[in-house]
């Protein structure tokens, strides 16, 4: 084996990555101005069915965000148009993770709401292209993926800040097989990367009167980017002496949210984006699983909303996919909701949510027949959202647990 060509031919590999990424932080040193939702007219809201159960979990999210939004669609303040394409047949066979014409679709939104969407991984019978998830977070500078997980009964009420644009997931399917035996991926953090997700964990604690933002890294053993990450943390916190600050590595901090007596000590999370990854999906089952789960992935210009959870093609194959919980996308739309200005809209949403899946639970979803179907979870639900005493309903189940 002649090594010195496989080395010749990873340096230079490593050399052009080098030079992407520090054009990457020229951008990222560019001032961009956040977009103002209140300045638009229409707001418009996508909407992508995804594949697998995303169509059918879509469908009946985009219903209740009609209902919810039915003032500003007839004033014409918000609009929405339905992107079709982004579907594992359509990218396999364009071999791209989001074909070109479907990005410019997506573009000219100002905010989506997205199903979840296939993807492939190696042996599959998919191209392995990668992520459309992560691709479109990256092209349109999604930088925070912010999951909140509430358990009110359980003294549970999180709100995690993930990166989303960095870290492990930076170079997508860019690693490289250096040798037949030696495989690398990329993991970036840059100061810029950092410092703009933690600030706006920051910057939400404060406004929300929060108590305390948690910095979760690996920083004493991946020591040059997550040692970064943690650093600038602690930097930015003292911009905030307010808020009191702590840090775990996310071992132990895996660990701690399974404690009853430490979890509920939690509030607000800063972590980078595969460590965010993972925490959330844990933090979630408390909830009910990650099919109760949304999730908002917010830059400064673009907005996507979706669920945390993947396409479940087992579901669709099965002939489940009526069964598959839309709360989890139908959290992602009182999100969105929220995103663009109307909080009280998106807490009767959430209210609604809370009393349907957590509380009175008339109808339960199993995800098969033997629990209620999608549509007649959100026929229940709609009907909740309608019911005048619905705060006083759902202050009255939080006081009781
Ligand atoms: C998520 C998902 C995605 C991720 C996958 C589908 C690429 O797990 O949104 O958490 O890892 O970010
Ligand atoms: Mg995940």
Redesign the pocket.
Known sequence: MDYQAAIEKAKEYFGQIVEEQLRRVEELKKPVEWIDYSQLKPIIIGIIGGDGIGPYIAAHARRVLEFMLAEELQSGKVEFRDIEGLTIENRAAQNKSIPDDVLEEIKKCHVTLKGPTT?PRKGDPWPNIE?C??SMRRYLDLFANVRPVRVPKEGIDWVFFRENTEGA?IMGSKGVNVTEDLAFDFKVITSQGAERIIRLAFDYARKNKRRKVTIVTKANVVKTTDGKFLEIGYEIAKEYPEIEVDDWYIDIMTAKLVDPKRRTQFDVFVLPNLYG?IL??EAAEFQGGVGTAG?ANIGKRYAMF?A?H?SAPRMVREGRAKFADPSSMIRAAALLINHIGYPEKAKKLEMALDICGNYERKLVITGRDTGCTGEEFTEYLMETIQDPKLEERWKSYVEQS
């Open positions: 993807t992520s998830n992560v997931y990854d959330t999906d999730s979706e945390i993947g």
